[in-house]
C-alpha cells in the first residue's frame, strides 16, 4: 500500500464507483452476494475501520458510495485480498486471473481463452436484448454494445484502471511485464542506423524548410506531393527500396511531419548537429504540441479530428526510454505488452472519432476504422510509427521487415507492419534528456566529395552512395563517371536572397565537411557580392508609345513635353512621377486623352 493508504482506498473506490453507478442490479449483487457476506464473517477487520463498522450494521443496501468502500477495503491489503480472492466463486477467480492482464476483453476473446461463456439468454428482455452478463461476472466492468448481425448484446469485461493497477502488485509478472533486452535481432531481419546520417542531413533539411518548400494544408499536415519531391531534391537515405510506391517515402514523409510544425521564419541553422534534433524534440514534440495522428500515413480523414481528441503520446514514450538501456534491442512484443500490462493509452486518438471519421485503404476500396479493428488500424500502429519517427531522426536503430503491400487490409495494414526490434542509442538518449551531453557519431565525408583546386568541378569516389550524389545535386549539375560542376546557375538554383546564399554556402561546407580550396572560397566571395546588384527606382513612371501614331514626333518637337519626358528609346519613354499631370495636361492640348 501507499504511504497514505487513506487516500489510496478513496481513489480505488471511487474508479470501482464510476463503474458502478448507472447498474443499481450489479451494484445490488456485489453487495448482497459478495460484500456483506465476506465482511459478516470478519468483524474482527471491520471493528479496525470506525466507516466499515457503519456500513455494516445497515439493514439496507448502502449507498454506492459506500458498497464501493466496501470493495476498495477487501482489496487494500495482500492479507485482506487472498481472503476475499478465496471466498469468490471459481470462475470469478479466473476472470479477474485473466482481467489482470487484459485491460478489457471481448466475449469472443474470453470464450476462446478460458472457455467461459459470460452471457445468457434473458427471457423477460425484449427480442432485440435477449442476452444478459452472468451473475459470476458482476464483480466486473460490464461494456455491452449492440450488434445487429446476431441482433443482441455482446459484451466486453474489464477491471477499473486503478483497480487493475492495484491488483497487479498481488500478481506474479509475466514474462514481458519488464522490458527484457535481447542479444541480436532475429535473422532475416533488415537493420538500420542512421545516427550518423541524420546529423550530416540536417542542414538541408533544415534550408529546405526555411525555403518554404514543406507544403503543408489548412490543418498543418504536409500535402503528400511534398513527400516524394523532398526525397528526390534532398537525396534522403529510405527505409525502403524506391520500386515500392507505397513505402519509398516513409521515412521523408515522417521527418516532414514533425519538421513542419517549425516556423519557417525561425533560424534554426544558428543551431547545429544533435542540438538543433533536441530544440526540434523538446520544442515540438515533447511539449504537446505534435499531432500524433499525421503519422498514421495509412489511414485517411484524420485531418478531421479535433485536436481535443489528439491523444499526447510523447509522456508514454519518455517513460518508456527511462526503462531502456543504450545499445540494447528491444522485440516490439515486449514493449507492446510492456505497454499492454500497464494500462497505457497507446492511440493517437479515441476510438469514436476514428470510428467517425478515419479509413484506410485496401484491396476493395475506401474501408472504414470500426471497434473491431480499431486495435489494428489505430492503436498499435501509433506505436511503430512513433519508433520509426525516432528512427527516421536517428534516436532508435530499427530491424524490420518489407511488409507485402500487394494487396493492403489483406497481405498488410500499414507501412509499419514490419517492425520487429528497436535499440535506443547515444543520440536518443541525449534527445530524451536521458544523458546531458552527445559526442557525435561523424560520417566523413572528405574522402567521398574530391573538391577540385582549379576549377569548379567535384568527383565523387567509389565510396559514395546514391545519397550522396543526390545531395550534391543542390548545387551542381552532373557531368558522367561520377563528376559534378558547380556554377552560378546550379549553385544559385535554391536561393533568393543573401540569407539563402549564405545558407546554401553553409549547407555546401556543411555536406563536404572540409575546408574548401581557394578558388572555391573565390567563388563563394564572387557571388556574395552580385546579391542585389540592381536597384529599383522610385518616383518615375514607364509610358509605351505606339510605333503608328502621331505622338513619337509630337513629344519630338514639342518644347514642354521634352522638358517633362526624362527618357526616351524604343518607343517608351520615363516620366518622372511630379512630371505625369502636366504631361498630361500638356497632351490634352493636342487633343490626347491619358
Request: neutral net charge.
Given at each position: 500500500m501507499p504511504k497514505n493508504a487513506a487516500q489510496h482506498i478513496l481513489k480505488l473506490a471511487r474508479s470501482i464507483e464510476d463503474v458502478l453507478r448507472?447498474?443499481?442490479?450489479?451494484?445490488?449483487?456485489?453487495?448482497?452476494?459478495?460484500?456483506?457476506?465476506?465482511?459478516?464473517?470478519?468483524?474482527?477487520?471491520?471493528?479496525?475501520?470506525?466507516?466499515?463498522?457503519?456500513?455494516?450494521?445497515?439493514?439496507?443496501?448502502?449507498?454506492?458510495?459506500?458498497?464501493?468502500?466496501?470493495?476498495?477495503?477487501?482489496?487494500?491489503?495482500?492479507?485482506?485480498?487472498?481472503?476475499?480472492?478465496?471466498?469468490?466463486?471459481?470462475?470469478?477467480?479466473?476472470?479477474?486471473?485473466?482481467?489482470?492482464?487484459?485491460?478489457?476483453?471481448?466475449?469472443?476473446?474470453?470464450?476462446?481463452?478460458?472457455?467461459?461463456?459470460?452471457?445468457?439468454?434473458?427471457?423477460?428482455?425484449?427480442?432485440?436484448?435477449?442476452?444478459?452478463?452472468?451473475?459470476?461476472?458482476?464483480?466486473?466492468?460490464?461494456?455491452?454494445?449492440?450488434?445487429?448481425?446476431?441482433?443482441?448484446?455482446?459484451?466486453?469485461?474489464?477491471?477499473?484502471?486503478?483497480?487493475?493497477?492495484?491488483?497487479?502488485?498481488?500478481?506474479?509478472?509475466?514474462?514481458?511485464?519488464?522490458?527484457?533486452?535481447?542479444?541480436?535481432?532475429?535473422?532475416?531481419?533488415?537493420?538500420?542506423?542512421?545516427?550518423?546520417?541524420?546529423?550530416?542531413?540536417?542542414?538541408?533539411?533544415?534550408?529546405?524548410?526555411?525555403?518554404?518548400?514543406?507544403?503543408?494544408?489548412?490543418?498543418?499536415?504536409?500535402?503528400?506531393?511534398?513527400?516524394?519531391?523532398?526525397?528526390?531534391?534532398?537525396?534522403?537515405?529510405?527505409?525502403?527500396?524506391?520500386?515500392?510506391?507505397?513505402?519509398?517515402?516513409?521515412?521523408?514523409?515522417?521527418?516532414a511531419n514533425l519538421w513542419a510544425s517549425l516556423n519557417p521564419k525561425t533560424k534554426q541553422l544558428k543551431l547545429s548537429g544533435a542540438e538543433l534534433l533536441k530544440h526540434l524534440f523538446e520544442q515540438h514534440y515533447f511539449s504537446g504540441k505534435f499531432n500524433h495522428s499525421y503519422l498514421l500515413l495509412h489511414l485517411k480523414g484524420t485531418t478531421r479530428i479535433h485536436s481535443y481528441h489528439i491523444n499526447r503520446l510523447d509522456l508514454l514514450y519518455r517513460e518508456m526510454a527511462r526503462e531502456m538501456q543504450v545499445g540494447k534491442w528491444l522485440s516490439m512484443e515486449n514493449l507492446f505488452y510492456w505497454i499492454y500490462y500497464r494500462g497505457y493509452y497507446n492511440a493517437a486518438f479515441d476510438q469514436g472519432e476514428a470510428i467517425q471519421y478515419a479509413a484506410y485503404s485496401s484491396a476493395w476500396g475506401n474501408e472504414p476504422v470500426t471497434r473491431s479493428n480499431y486495435d489494428r488500424m489505430v492503436e498499435w500502429p501509433s506505436l511503430k510509427a512513433s519508433f520509426f519517427l525516432f528512427g527516421a531522426f536517428g534516436l532508435f536503430d530499427l530491424a524490420y521487415t518489407q511488409p507485402d503491400t500487394s494487396r493492403p487490409g489483406e497481405t498488410c495494414f500499414t507501412p509499419f507492419d514490419g517492425l520487429q526490434y528497436v535499440r535506443l542509442n547515444a543520440l536518443g538518449a541525449y534527445v530524451f534528456g536521458l544523458s546531458d551531453t552527445y559526442q557525435p557519431v561523424i560520417v566523413s565525408r572528405e574522402d567521398i566529395y574530391q573538391l577540385s583546386t582549379d576549377k569548379l568541378l567535384i568527383r565523387l569516389s567509389e565510396a559514395a552512395s546514391p545519397a550522396d550524389a543526390n545531395r550534391l545535386l543542390n548545387f551542381a549539375t552532373p557531368l558522367g563517371n561520377n563528376r559534378y560542376r558547380v556554377s552560378n546557375e546550379s549553385f544559385l538554383k535554391n536561393c533568393r536572397d543573401l540569407q539563402d546564399l549564405e545558407s546554401q554556402i553553409q549547407l555546401f561546407r556543411q555536406l563536404v565537411q572540409q575546408r574548401p580550396p581557394r578558388n572555391w572560397e573565390a567563388f563563394f566571395e564572387q557571388i556574395k557580392k552580385r546579391v542585389e546588384p540592381l536597384s529599383l527606382v522610385q518616383g518615375v513612371r514607364v509610358y509605351q508609345i505606339p510605333a503608328s501614331s502621331e505622338l513619337p514626333g509630337l513629344i519630338a518637337t514639342d518644347e514642354k513635353l521634352k522638358k517633362l519626358v526624362w527618357k526616351a528609346e524604343n518607343y517608351q519613354i520615363i516620366i518622372r512621377e511630379k512630371d505625369v499631370d502636366k504631361f498630361k495636361n500638356r497632351l490634352k492640348k493636342f487633343g490626347y486623352l491619358i
Open positions: 448507472y447498474q443499481y442490479e450489479q451494484w445490488r449483487y456485489l453487495y448482497q452476494e459478495v460484500l456483506e457476506p465476506f465482511w459478516r464473517k470478519r468483524m474482527h477487520l471491520i471493528k479496525k475501520y470506525p466507516r466499515l463498522l457503519t456500513i455494516s450494521q445497515t439493514s439496507y443496501i448502502p449507498e454506492l458510495q459506500d458498497v464501493a468502500y466496501l470493495y476498495a477495503m477487501a482489496v487494500s491489503e495482500e492479507e485482506i485480498f487472498d481472503e476475499f480472492y478465496n471466498s469468490l466463486p471459481a470462475n470469478t477467480q479466473k476472470m479477474m486471473d485473466y482481467l489482470v492482464w487484459h485491460p478489457i476483453a471481448t466475449e469472443k476473446e474470453i470464450i476462446r481463452d478460458l472457455g467461459l461463456p459470460i452471457s445468457d439468454r434473458d427471457e423477460n428482455a425484449t427480442h432485440l436484448f435477449r442476452k444478459k452478463i452472468k451473475r459470476d461476472y458482476l464483480l466486473f466492468g460490464v461494456y455491452a454494445s449492440f450488434n445487429w448481425e446476431s441482433r443482441g448484446n455482446e459484451f466486453q469485461l474489464y477491471i477499473p484502471h486503478e483497480l487493475r493497477l492495484h491488483l497487479i502488485n498481488y500478481y506474479e509478472k509475466p514474462t514481458h511485464y519488464y522490458l527484457q533486452p535481447v542479444s541480436e535481432p532475429l535473422a532475416g531481419v533488415t537493420s538500420l542506423s542512421l545516427e550518423g546520417q541524420i546529423l550530416a542531413e540536417l542542414p538541408s533539411i533544415s534550408l529546405y524548410h526555411q525555403q518554404g518548400k514543406i507544403k503543408c494544408g489548412k490543418s498543418g499536415k504536409p500535402n503528400a506531393n511534398t513527400y516524394n519531391s523532398m526525397r528526390k531534391s534532398l537525396g534522403l537515405q529510405e527505409f525502403y527500396p524506391q520500386d515500392n510506391k507505397l513505402l519509398q517515402a516513409l521515412r521523408t514523409s515522417l521527418i
